[in-house]
């Protein structure tokens, strides 16, 4: 158990994180709320769950009071932040303003969803927290890579002047059950093509790595970061010069683009997809590891499920979409 009967809020929790954090949080027998403009959450997401819905853009002020807030507002995948870059970079910078605005009105605790896209196309590998970046400010990713940088700052900013207990996660490449079918991410794409017999787009020639992320191993890092004691937080960041607690969650196992399809295929194997290439999309990392030490060390939190039983589960899963 948690707590007790915590009020949670959940920004972008009809995102595929947040409704199995919320899946999770209930389980725990905790009060939820979901936040959400459906921007690219989706309401089939919260069937069946015992939660409050609020339909409101996170930029806006947020009502309530709330002893935990989630803030996983913002569109995550290439297709949905390129959409609209402006959005994209307000609802990183003035969403984690309206959250943190929240919180020190009722004395919440905050986790913040950072990305490991702040480390750019990185030149240190794998990455560690203290790893400052290769960020392109001015390229097609920047809105989504800059307002998760900017987005930091801010958090910073208001911890250190006033006190507010935020932390900070990275999420690295993460996958799982009510993952949005038409967001582009390549675990959707390669399993959706899979299923339906097409080609497996690999782009440049399948080289570039990735560390895969099970969502389950992701929710319970949430859980464990959000359980730990702030002073003890303080205590263990500040000898390393940081004012805030920033953690790196992702799976260190290290695959190839190319590697994955070819799991993908070998647990799909009525599938007769082949694979393809097409060009790199432009600032796509090369490569991307996270170096968890710290939340090791910190949380005792390292993932636990390995690929092949993750995509199992999210194999299953899109198989009822079908």
Not at 53 to 58: A, F, Y
Not at 170 to 186: A, Q, S
Not at 261 to 267: K, Y
């Amino acid at each position: 158990m948690l707590w007790g009967m915590e009020k949670v809020l959940i920004c972008g929790g009809a995102g595929f994180i947040g409704a199995n954090l919320a899946r999770r949080l209930l389980a725990e027998g905790c009060a939820v709320t979901v936040l959400d403009d459906f921007y690219t959450g989706r309401r089939s997401n919260l069937d069946g769950l015992d939660v409050e819905v609020l339909d409101r853009d996170v930029r806006e002020p947020i009502p309530g009071a709330y002893d935990w807030i989630f803030s996983l507002a913002c569109p995550a995948s290439p297709p949905h932040y390129q959409r609209d870059p402006l959005f994209t970079l307000t609802t990183s910078i003035d969403g984690i303003r309206r959250v943190l605005e929240l919180a020190e009105r009722c004395g919440a605790r905050v986790l913040h969803a950072s990305t490991s896209e702040v480390y750019g196309d990185p030149l240190v590998h794998p990455q560690p927290e203290t790893y400052w970046g290769h960020v392109n400010t001015l390229g097609i990713r920047s809105c989504y890579d800059e307002g998760k940088r900017a987005a930091e700052v801010f958090a910073l900013e208001r911890r250190r002047a006033r006190g507010t207990d935020v932390r900070l996660v990275r999420i690295f490449n993460t996958y799982g059950p009510f993952m949005d079918p038409k967001d582009g991410r390549v675990v959707s794409n390669f399993i959706l093509q899979a299923l339906r017999g097409e080609p497996i787009t690999l782009y440049g020639d399948g080289g570039q790595t990735r560390s895969f992320q099970f969502v389950d191993d992701l929710v319970a890092g949430f859980l464990a970061y959000m359980r730990a004691d702030k002073a003890a937080l303080e205590a263990f960041f500040a000898p390393k010069g940081y004012a805030i607690p920033v953690l790196n969650m992702g799976n260190p196992g290290e695959f190839t683009v190319r590697q994955l399809a070819e799991e993908v295929l070998r647990q799909i194997p009525e599938s007769k997809s082949e694979l393809v290439l097409r060009p790199l999309p432009g600032d796509d990392p090369k490569r991307r590891k996270p170096d968890v030490a710290w939340a090791k060390a910190c949380l005792g939190w390292e993932p636990r499920i390995p690929l092949r039983d993750g995509l199992a589960k999210t194999i299953a899963y899109f198989r009822t979409l079908a």
